[in-house]
């Protein structure tokens, strides 16, 4: 029970995230008794070709939703790492909690196959046995915003992982559906697609990979800041900004959500929340909590992810888009990296909200496939290397 609180005893780093990846010192082993729990969505790349974009970046976020409420409820003020993926989740968890974690997450498996249809992966390893594999995990805290602090990890811990429980993944239909097991109270996704700030801008949503653990500070540091010179301060690149959110009246849109977060459909939630969302204007234009809320959404979106990959979703021209790509081919070539990448008109967004004053979480992707567009174009270069 030691290091139940490893996470959250941690200090968040107020340094340049390149500077971050220039401390060694700021990053600690996680302990060998801590668990990778890996959900993943299979065939996500031909669920986004049937429409179901939308349905898949609920998922995701459900699974984060699902194991965040289940940690709230223990009470014992412990935080734990996780990672946001599009078509996926990852968490880092102390063992103590991997019996409730997993069984929460077997059972939100089981209620996402009755709703959508499409089948989750869920399965976990020890920190410890990735050890024994020769990889490592490495971590540290960054504040990325003002009110938004991240997990930073190099080494290559949690790719293995997740090969490993892909690749060992058997679906199990034995255990039955547990309706008191679900929880995903927060959940909602009521916004329109957002556009970039200025109109000649772009949705950029990148996968990138070192190809050598030894090299990731140096790649990824030389990678941040080619992005910073091309596209700006990640504040200015940032696809999330308060003037473009627009709320989603659509009872469709309501009616997704509906199919995830609730065990039954119930129309008296389809059209509160429907009401909600039309009067939601008024209350975010005019009231000052309001205001604050619309404020505070681009502080506390998720949208760079560096789990010894970067993930991250950001905004530009055509021209920088060009010259980057130059750039990543480049590095491609020198066998420096591998990446994907995917280039969209707009931006999505499913959130977390336990409260609209401090406690929202929101979970960025992009239109069209987002970064599970991105993540075809990465796996066939990774199987063309095989």
């Not at 996402?112 to 490592?136: A, F, W």
């Not at 199919?259 to 209350?283: A, D, H, M, Q, R």
Request: contains cysteine; proline residues 2%.
């Amino acid at each position: 029970m030691n290091d139940l609180k490893f996470y959250a005893r941690l200090k968040s780093s107020n340094k340049s995230l390149i500077e971050l990846l220039a401390s060694e010192s700021s990053f600690s082993n996680v302990p060998s008794t801590w668990q990778v729990v890996v959900v993943d969505i299979q065939n996500s790349t031909h669920a986004v070709k049937e429409g179901k974009h939308h349905q898949i970046n609920l998922t995701a976020t459900g699974a984060i939703i699902s194991v965040l409420n289940t940690i709230r409820k223990e009470g014992k003020n412990v935080e734990i790492p996780y990672f946001f993926g599009g078509d996926g989740s990852t968490f880092i968890v102390p063992k103590a909690l991997l019996s409730k974690v997993t069984s929460v997450l077997e059972n939100y498996r089981l209620h996402i196959k009755r709703k959508t249809k499409l089948i989750l992966r869920v399965g976990y390893i020890s920190v410890e046995e990735l050890n024994d594999q020769k990889t490592t995990i490495k971590i540290a805290k960054h504040r990325l915003t003002e009110q938004l602090t991240i997990p930073i990890v190099l080494g290559n811990g949690l790719k293995k992982a997740e090969e490993i429980i892909k690749a060992n993944f058997i679906e199990n239909n034995a255990t039955s559906f547990k309706k008191d097991l679900l929880n995903l109270e927060g959940m909602e996704c009521r916004w329109k697609e957002i556009n970039p700030s200025q109109t000649k801008n772009k949705v950029i949503c990148l996968l990138l990979d070192a190809t050598d653990e030894a090299i990731q500070i140096e790649v990824y540091s030389e990678v941040l800041s080619k992005i910073d010179s091309l596209f700006g301060t990640f504040k200015n690149r940032q696809p999330i900004k308060s003037q473009n959110l627009k709320l989603n009246y659509s009872i469709y849109n309501i009616w997704e959500e509906m199919k995830i977060s609730l065990v039954n459909k119930s129309w008296i939630y389809l059209f509160k929340n429907w009401f909600s969302t039309l009067i939601g204007t008024l209350y975010l234009r005019i009231t000052s909590t309001g205001k604050q809320y619309l404020q505070q959404i681009s502080q506390l979106s998720h949208t760079f992810m560096l789990d010894g990959k970067v993930n991250t979703i950001f905004t530009g021209e055509q021209s920088k888009i060009d010259a980057f790509l130059e750039y990543l081919n480049q590095l491609e070539k020198e066998k420096k990296i591998i990446f994907g990448i995917h280039i969209t008109h707009a931006s999505v967004m499913s959130c977390y909200v336990l409260d609209r004053k401090t406690k929202h979480s929101h979970f960025v992707d992009g239109t069209e496939g987002g970064y599970t567009s991105a993540a075809k174009m990465f796996k066939m270069k990774l199987k063309g290397l095989k």
